[in-house]
């Protein structure tokens, strides 16, 4: 156990479906993010937010919405999803944002299978 | 922009010795990072490097040099356990200090 929760685990849906992932952290940590993971390429950033503030948008589309209601909480808003969505998607805290250092604690992700 | 290379799968044996390596093209260097995933689970945390040399922590070391963009990641006495997914990412100034993933490397570990 990392600390980071993620629901669901697994989530089927189609493309004119409406859904949200949750990601939670018990450790009381100041920035969260959310990754894309896809078979043979690297962890692909998404979205960060520091302080409940997003700080980083690295050029997701406006089918992916993210929010964060307070600093253990993280939602990621999913609309009209494409079939090469499909991938696994995790969740990261880590105490600060700044400085370089700092480790990064997973959640297990929720695998998505788009229609 | 940044460039992490490391080799896509290795297979060791169980008992052995394996190293994986990662190299990578930046500017603003601030750190590598080593994250373990089995199948169907989180990242793990294994090690950070910022300084040239050797870091030791039981089974596991990580080597760095900076000047050389390269990184390894050493297993002694390997186990079945330690097949998983091994993750190099790197830390720079210029991406707001959040680090950027290597595609990672699947090592397989046989009796």
């Known amino acids: 156990e990392t600390g980071v929760t993620q629901t669901p685990r697994h989530l089927v849906m189609g493309m004119t479906n409406k859904k949200s992932l949750k990601c939670e952290q018990h450790l009381g940590h100041n920035a969260m993010y959310w990754y894309k993971q896809s078979a043979k390429k690297p962890l692909e950033l998404m979205f960060v937010y520091s302080l409940e503030e997003r700080v980083e948008n690295n050029s997701v589309p406006s089918r992916f919405s993210p929010e964060c209601p307070n600093s253990s909480h993280l939602f990621l808003h999913l609309h009209t999803l494409q079939p090469e969505d499909s991938a696994l998607y995790l969740c990261?805290?880590?105490?600060?944002?700044?400085?370089?250092?700092?480790?990064?604690?997973f959640g297990p992700g929720t695998r998505l299978l788009v229609l | 922009g940044q460039n992490i290379d490391q080799p896509t799968e290795m297979t060791a044996t169980e008992g052995a010795i394996v190293q994986i390596n990662c190299t990578y093209q930046t500017s603003g260097f601030n750190g590598l990072f080593w994250y373990q995933q089995h199948a169907g689970e989180a990242p793990t945390f294994l090690s950070y490097n910022v300084l040239d040399g050797l870091e030791e922590k039981g089974r596991f070391s990580s080597f760095l040099s900076r000047s050389k963009g390269y990184s390894y990641l050493l297993l002694k006495e390997l186990q079945m356990k330690d097949s998983a997914s091994y993750l190099c990412a790197v830390v720079t100034s210029g991406g707001s200090y959040i680090p950027t993933f290597g595609r990672g490397t699947s090592l397989i570990v046989h009796p």
């Open positions: 990261a805290s880590s105490q600060e944002l700044a400085g370089g250092q700092e480790t990064q604690y």
